[in-house]
């Protein structure tokens, strides 16, 4: 438990004992007395400073265990230290030691019993104390990972090592600490122990300078709290010629602190970003085609781009962006579209065709049901397509009230028709539609019975009866 020295070299203390030795025949004239009279002593020094001297060393050795005992009690998460800096160094002396009892509680009151730790260092200053080396080096770690990812870390480590990262995606390129981290063994005051998380928050928390301010026109002591961050309380701790009273002239130099970080974490990546190219159209005239009708050829497709940049991240703030690199990775496709160039026949022949894709006449105009039929019914077609029975200009296309879905047409001659029920419809109000095209889909919308086509003739706002027009 504890280490005894002979070599009397040792210790500072020694010396002064040497000097009781070497006086002593001096005062007495004794000399075969010497012998008899001398008793072995124990010089006892913690952490090298002398505290007493006992005659017997077993009750200082029980009380020592007693104390490291209570310690790791204490604090149950250390590794206590057990080796003492107790140090026993045994002379002969002719006087009578203090009473042991004495020396052992001083020097139970001067030893501090320690515990393993590992002192994290950042640049030469200590930081915090942890009580192992996976706690510190979970401490350095945590505190990069506030910047980086975890994947980040590890890539950037492999990076280091050698692996070769090809892929496309974003990546750390470097690290830099404003100053090196490590840890050292060492033994301290158990109390001094924190765990991880304290540790993070102590390093995160940084510390301060000391700074001189300089007052402004009739600043007070709140106007300084307020502009430097240091608190009234503080002010005056540092400063202890002022008081809260004290009128602070222009020009008056305080003692104040600025905060500043333990540590600065720059991180450097190589970011990639992906952008659009938007395509191109190209329209080809086509005398072919109606005015209006439009058909596509080759359908766009958007290229993209692959523009790298270099970023730099200061603590987790960003303060550099770069463009490294900007290729096309993918070329846009150009949309080739055709566009209708012969002219639109809107004005009607005056003859009228068939409006369906064949079907008989169901029923005929005339009075029905004691109400007026105001056209003709066509049902049970080929196909549902209902087709314009002249050219014309769609006057309506919507929802009339009985018939449903419905198409008016306005043959600028005279002549309107109307086509009603329709499942769907195909054209659009003020649409120029030649004698044949499409403009809807037979149906059963409105009041009607089954599917058909009800269809008008007007002839000058008149009605006409399409069967005077039309044949099947
Ligand atoms: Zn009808």
Redesign the pocket.
């Known amino acids: 438990m504890f280490k005894l020295y002979n070599r009397c070299t040792l210790f500072k203390g020694f010396l002064a004992a040497c000097a009781v030795v070497l006086l002593f025949p001096i005062h007495s004239s004794a000399k075969e007395n010497e012998t008899s009279e001398m008793k072995t002593v124990q010089h006892v020094y913690v952490d090298d400073d002398f505290v007493g001297s006992l005659t017997d060393d077993k009750g200082l050795q029980s009380s020592l265990e007693e104390k490291v005992e209570d310690t790791k009690a204490a604090y149950p998460d250390a590794v206590i230290n057990a080796d003492s800096q107790v140090t026993l160094i045994p002379e002969q002396m002719f006087e009578e030691p203090d009473r042991d009892s004495l020396v052992i509680d001083k020097v139970i009151h001067d030893l501090k019993v320690k515990a393993d730790a590992y002192e994290i260092m950042i640049g030469d200053e200590g930081v915090a104390y942890v009580s192992s080396k996976a706690d510190a080096e979970e401490v350095i770690k945590s505190i990069l990972l506030q910047y980086v990812t975890e994947k980040e870390l590890e890539q950037y480590e492999g990076k280091k090592q050698g692996e070769v990262n090809d892929t496309q995606e974003s990546r750390v390129t470097d690290i830099l600490l404003s100053k090196s981290v490590e840890s050292k063994a060492v033994h301290v005051d158990p109390a001094k122990l924190i765990d991880v998380k304290e540790a993070i928050e102590v390093i995160n928390e940084g510390t301060h300078v000391n700074a001189v301010y300089e007052t402004k026109d009739e600043e007070t002591l709140a106007d300084i709290e307020d502009i430097t961050d240091v608190e009234i309380t503080r002010l005056l701790e540092l400063n202890p010629d002022i008081n809260d009273e004290t009128k602070l002239e222009s020009g008056t130099e305080l003692q104040v602190e600025v905060p500043v970080s333990y540590l600065d974490i720059r991180v450097e990546r190589e970011v990639f970003r992906n952008k659009k190219i938007a395509f191109e159209t190209k329209i080809i005239k086509d005398e072919q085609l109606y005015e209006g009708e439009k058909k596509t050829d080759v359908k766009g497709k958007p290229g993209n781009r692959v523009i790298t940049y270099k970023t730099i991240e200061m603590n987790g703030q960003p303060i550099e962006e770069t463009v490294t690199d900007d290729r096309v990775a993918s070329e846009a496709v150009t949309q080739v579209e055709r566009e209708g160039t012969k002219e639109v026949p809107s004005r009607g022949t005056g003859t009228f065709a068939w409006p369906a894709d064949g079907g008989y006449i169901s ?1 005929k105009q005339g009075q ?1 049901w004691g109400k007026l ?5 066509i049902a049970r077609p080929v196909t549902k397509t209902i087709t314009a029975a002249d050219n014309g200009v769609v006057e309506f296309a919507g929802i009339g009230s009985g018939y449903g879905n419905m198409v008016i047409i306005d043959h600028k001659n005279g002549y309107k028709t109307t086509y ?2 329709l499942d769907s419809l195909a054209v659009h109000s003020g649409q120029v539609v030649p004698k044949g095209t499409k403009i809807g889909v037979m149906g059963s919308t409105g009041h ?1 019975t089954g599917v ?5 003739i007007h002839k000058n706002g008149a009605l006409a009866d399409p069967l005077k027009y039309i044949n099947q």
Do not use: P, T, V, Y
């Not at 039929?373 to 019914?377: N, Q, V």
């Open positions: 029923s029905r039929h105001k056209g003709i019914d009603a029920h009607s058909h086509l009800h269809f008008e």
